[in-house]
């Protein structure tokens, strides 16, 4: 039956229409009264005085011009009322918010430009504290530490409301809170915290200037700049032999993200080298403003220029360290493994003597350190792409080394490690589940054994894959698989964040987010994953018969996550450097500017200096002769 509300409308339309006929056609009538109002009232039997012609005509141009004012009048008033009904009716049915009303889906345009909004302040907000930590540490190198102190603070108040603000966005992402009401009031407190991360640096930007005195003279400051760029310059060769070397020991996916990192960092020195003698020269002319708006770019190029030197010496001191590990991590992934089997007897399982060979050892033969094509002989996908039979899937959507494409996949469910779950992966499962898992993890450990005696290979790799076969069937107690993870994690944090560093021009939200929850998951102490774990347990969930009770959520499988997301952040930060490209390519008038703008060293020709977002650009003016 048609409700009330919904019957009663059409009547109400109906109403409206009639009410502006009726107005119109009383305006009509008072017009056509007072229009035959003269005629009614003359009588012709009346005498009629006499009086002179002249008088007769002023009279009659009198009353002629009295009748047709007022219907006149009249005839306005009716229309102007028929236009305000129907103006008022309109009005009122496009703001109508009751059922069935226009504007019913309008809060969806408005959550999609809120969401936009956080996104986009997100970046400003990440910017901002990076580009303000970078010019803290020229400061500090000047001025010392306690000098410092209050901008130092200032800084860790401003990392700590973004960090919040990631961590909103990322449980954002995984659709947490889930009704609309509540997600748009989390994107109001994302853009709130990011708001406040500019406010709390803007605050401190005056300040921060006075200490350094740029405007004053840039001398001191000058040769400190000078001093770094010396350094840099005299490390280049050394760490380009360096990455020559790891290319010819390791496999080419181990060095792989280090590709064109030389190069660029090249590239840096060269704008630095432009800055700093323009930076001079205008010292030398006693133009204190545009040098210090030099000596601002040229410190920015010269603390990327490091971070891609850094980034390689990092990454070979990591390769080192996992060669040495991946031993001692085989032998203790199989105690995991044989503690696994153990558990599964209890429960009234096995796994048959066959469980580790086979067709299963073939599938994980292939790696980015062994046939590099990700299939076994059978050409049948390896564990780090689709999961042996019988396996759990990896939801991570590709190999160890080539995260999942992006909106492929949530970060609540990377490498096959639900948040909920991460560490143990043990929740409520089936005895069936757990024998496929350990043959699982029976055929990466076979594979891995493979590329040891198969020539050159990725050991940063084989320890990633290692653990995130064990995890799932691990109990979660110490030993060298935390270890193993934690290596694979840091190194993968570094490489993401010094890409995002390098390149924050182009860089969007979403790589930052997850890159943060990486970083944030790595330094996750004990309190926060037992807090997890008594959040797991509240919900009274009591393992079936056939099933085995929950471990803790481990640190071990923290690190694991940690690496997922810090391997998918990059390529998404690499997928935007793509479609962003070089906008100034062709135009620069200088080598190294388009680098520059790519890695936000310049904001529309100023450089980037420390300060939120309606500071951080102002030593304004083309920073570009």
Same mark, same amino acid.
């Given at each position: ?100 009303? @226009? ?129 840099? @310059? ?100 199989? @105690? ?209 018969? *056939? ?52 890695? *936000? ?19 304004? *003016?083309?920073?570009?002769?």
């Amino acid at each position: 039956m048609t409700s009330s509300l919904f019957r009663g409308r059409p009547r109400r339309a109906a109403s409206h229409i009639s009410v502006r006929v009726a107005h119109a056609v009383l305006g009509g009538a008072a017009g056509l009264v007072w229009l035959v109002l003269p005629g009614m009232t003359i009588n012709a039997e009346d005498p009629v005085p006499a009086v002179r012609a002249g008088e007769v005509a002023q009279e009659e141009d009198e009353t002629s011009t009295s009748d047709l004012v007022l219907p006149l009048v009249a005839a306005s008033a009716a229309v102007a009322l028929a236009g305000y009904a129907y103006v008022r009716r309109t009005r009122r049915m496009r703001t109508r918010t009751t059922p069935g009303g @226009a504007t019913v889906v309008a809060a969806a345009p408005f959550a999609s430009e809120l969401d936009e909004r956080a996104r986009a302040l997100l970046i400003e907000a990440d910017d901002s504290v990076r580009t303000s930590r970078e010019e803290l540490g020229f400061a500090e190198a000047l001025s010392g530490t306690a000098a410092v102190a209050p901008y130092a603070q200032a800084l860790l108040d401003a990392e700590s409301e973004l960090s919040s603000a990631f961590r909103m966005r990322q449980q954002y992402d995984d659709g947490v809170p889930a009704d609309q009401a509540s997600r748009r009031h989390a994107l109001a407190g994302i853009v709130g915290r990011c708001q406040e991360v500019g406010r709390r640096l803007d605050a401190e930007a005056a300040g921060f200037d006075q200490l350094r005195g740029l405007e004053r003279g840039v001398g001191e400051a000058l040769e400190v700049a000078e001093t770094r760029f010396r350094e840099l @310059a005299g490390r280049t060769g050394a760490v380009e032999a360096t990455l020559a070397a790891l290319a010819k020991r390791y496999a080419h996916a181990a060095t792989a993200p280090l590709t064109g990192d030389v190069e660029q960092a090249k590239d840096r020195l060269v704008f630095a080298t432009s800055r700093l003698n323009e930076a001079r020269q205008a010292a030398d002319s006693s133009d204190s403003q545009r040098a210090a708006r030099h000596l601002r770019a040229a410190e920015s190029a010269i603390t990327q220029a490091t971070v891609f030197l850094d980034t390689i010496n990092h990454l070979a001191q990591a390769l080192r360290e996992a060669e040495t590990l991946v031993p001692a991590t085989l032998t203790g992934a199989e @105690a995991e493994i044989a503690g696994a089997r153990g558990r599964l007897a209890e429960a009234g399982g096995g796994v048959g003597a066959t469980d580790g060979g086979g067709g299963e050892v073939e599938e994980a033969t292939g790696g980015e350190g062994g046939t590099g094509n990700g299939t076994g002989s059978s050409g049948t996908p390896t564990d780090r792409g689709v999961s042996s039979p019988g396996t759990p899937p990896d939801r991570s959507g590709g190999s160890a080394g080539t995260p999942p494409a992006r909106g492929a996949v949530t970060p609540a469910a990377f490498g096959g490690l639900p948040f909920g779950q991460v560490g143990g992966g043990l929740v409520d499962v089936t005895v069936g589940e757990l024998r496929a898992r350990i043959r699982h993890a029976d055929a990466v450990l076979a594979g891995v054994r493979e590329e040891l005696i198969g020539g050159p290979y990725d050991p940063l790799d084989a320890l990633r894959r290692m653990v995130r076969a064990t995890v799932p069937v691990a109990s979660g107690r110490a030993g060298v698989l935390p270890v193993a993870a934690l290596l694979a994690a840091r190194a993968s944090v570094a490489l993401a964040d010094g890409f995002v560093v390098t390149h924050r021009g182009a860089v969007g939200s979403e790589a930052r987010t997850l890159l943060a929850e990486a970083e944030r998951l790595l330094s996750a102490g004990p309190e926060e994953r037992a807090a997890a774990g008594l959040r797991a347990r509240s919900g009274g969930r009591t393992p079936g018969v *056939g099933r085995l009770t929950s471990p803790e959520r481990t640190v071990t499988g923290d690190r694991a996550t940690a690496d997922t997301l810090a391997r998918h952040a990059r390529a998404l930060a690499e997928q935007d450097v793509r479609v962003h490209g070089n906008p100034v390519a062709g135009t620069a008038r200088e080598t190294g500017v388009g680098g520059a703008v790519l890695g *936000g060293i310049l904001l529309g020709g100023a450089p980037a200096s420390f300060g939120g977002p309606h500071s951080r650009s102002r030593r304004g *003016g083309p920073a570009a002769k």
